[in-house]
């Protein structure tokens, strides 16, 4: 009588199914992990002098202009470059043990970025900041944020394969532009529908970037380097999201 009552209380309304939800939830997974990104990048550059933790790109720039007119260079930058590397070797290796084990890769991929993304904000938290950006502490910092949009850019790859990259914009923006493009050329009916998907997929990413740079960049002009507690909550969710969607929920699965 009551699962009666229940399902005639909105009049012709379905709630939607367990595997729906999953679905709905883990679209959101791409628009949150370009919030970390954005958020994570900006906080750096602003609170760990001028460092760049998501685009290997700037801190070469800014490596390659400091030696060419015979200034210091900062240390953190020279070895984001190869940490940054060094991680996604690794993750990607880390990856392939968990895959030989049939286990699923997305939510301890996710766990590991969380773990590094806590361990950056309790450095910075703690000892920062940091007038010399090359003493100990500045420089672990910043190479566990590093750390953590290494394995963002490498879960990416490696888990999420129908996602747009979440921290690297400039591809993206040239990838929506085409397709928008593509749209208005109008070549044929099958073409545009393809750009358009491809666009949707995109503009959500774009814009969590955007609003994770506002976001992180309000933030730590008032709490300086505890704005990290962003990216951090925003990467539990992330994490929360990754066990959805492959099926565990943190209560455990039925039966087990």
Do not use: K
Request: glycine share 10%; proline share 5%.
């Amino acid at each position: 009588m009551q699962r009666g009552l229940a399902r005639s209380a909105i009049p012709g309304r379905r709630s939607p199914t367990r595997p729906e939800t999953a679905a709905l939830v883990s679209r959101a997974l791409p628009f949150i992990l370009s919030l970390i990104a954005g958020s994570t990048d900006i906080i750096g550059f602003l609170g760990l002098n001028g460092l760049f933790t998501a685009h290997v790109t700037g801190n070469i720039v800014i490596i390659l202009a400091h030696i060419i007119a015979g200034e210091p260079t900062m240390l953190s930058a020279i070895l984001a470059v190869p940490v940054f590397m060094m991680v996604v070797f690794l993750v990607r290796l880390l990856a392939g043990r968990i895959e030989r084990a049939r286990l699923p890769i997305l939510a301890p991929l996710l766990l590991v970025q969380l773990l590094s993304l806590v361990f950056c904000l309790a450095v910075s938290a703690a000892a920062g900041p940091w007038a010399d950006a090359d003493s100990v502490l500045a420089i672990i910092a910043g190479m566990l944020g590093v750390t953590a949009m290494a394995v963002q850019n490498a879960l990416v790859h490696i888990a999420l394969r129908d996602t747009p990259a979440t921290a690297v914009m400039t591809t993206n923006v040239a990838h929506f532009m085409v397709d928008i493009g593509e749209i208005l050329v109008g070549r044929n009916s099958a073409e545009g529908a393809n750009a358009g998907r491809r666009a949707a997929r995109t503009l959500p990413v774009l814009l969590g970037f955007v609003a994770g740079c506002g976001l992180g960049a309000a933030l730590e002009a008032v709490t300086g380097l505890w704005s990290l507690a962003l990216p951090v909550g925003l990467a539990l969710v992330a994490f929360g999201i990754g066990l959805v969607q492959e099926g565990r929920p943190l209560a455990g699965r039925p039966g087990r």
